[in-house]
């Protein structure tokens, strides 16, 4: 069964978009510290590397579900025909961010995969680009846009805990739901099960 874990099935490649931001007020801002005071500041140079990198993986993972309940807000009850709404709106995707259902760069393990729009290589526009076999399935195509919305926002920074959460809020579904659904859409569409770590193993 194709699983949506790391870079599997349309999980987030962590090559794309090296750019992240985070909606803060209608505004887009670089991911960083809150401005730092004396006693924060010798709080944070007493920390280790590994304690400041786990205190940043909580803080994204906060903002991240914090902008789909705020998507779930305006957007719910998301369905497919309101995705154009939906990836207008700078609020809960970064990108002007178009679908196209072709196979774009992606690999044989993947579902969806964005990048940068080829039509508008001036521009900083998205394209989604969906296996083909999710154009005549409305149902699945809205699981993997969702699926895919913090890659498209965050880049290499997403992970595919990031993507459940958001799609799952996002959709109103609780999260093994979500996965769930998203697994049995992987499988739907063909994507084949993810490469183990460091790269596919040689045939005996």
């Known amino acids: 069964r194709a699983k949506p874990a790391p870079g599997a099935a349309g999980g987030p490649r962590r090559r794309r978009n090296r750019r992240a931001g985070l909606v803060v007020s209608g505004e887009w801002a670089s991911l960083s510290l809150m ?33 789909a309940a ?12 309101g995705l154009d709404a939906f990836l ?18 992606m690999e044989a393990h993947q579902f969806a995969q964005p990048g940068p ?9 998205r394209v989604l680009w969906l296996r083909p ?3 005549g399935h409305p149902d699945l195509a809205l699981l993997a846009v ?14 595919d805990e990031h993507c459940v959460r958001y799609g799952a809020t996002l959709l109103g579904m609780p999260e093994a739901d979500f996965y769930d659904a998203v697994c ?5 569409v063909g994507a084949a099960p993810a490469p183990p770590p460091g790269g596919p193993t040689e045939p005996a």
């Open 184 to 188: 049995r859409m992987a499988d739907a």
């Open 146 to 159: 969702a699926y895919m919305i913090p890659v498209i926002n965050y880049g290499d920074l997403a992970t």
């Open 88 to 105: 207008a709106d700078r609020e809960c995707v970064r990108y002007p961010t178009r679908l196209a259902f072709e196979p774009g760069a």
């Open 70 to 81: 705020v998507a779930h807000y305006k957007h719910a009850p998301l369905a497919f025909a």
């Open 35 to 67: 401005p730092a005071t004396p006693d924060s500041g010798a709080d944070l140079r007493r920390l280790s590397p590994a304690e400041l990198a786990r205190r940043g993986a909580d803080s994204l993972r906060e903002h991240i579900a914090a902008q």
């Open 117 to 125: 729009d080829p039509l508008a290589p001036d521009s900083e526009s």
């Open 133 to 135: 076999a999710l154009r």
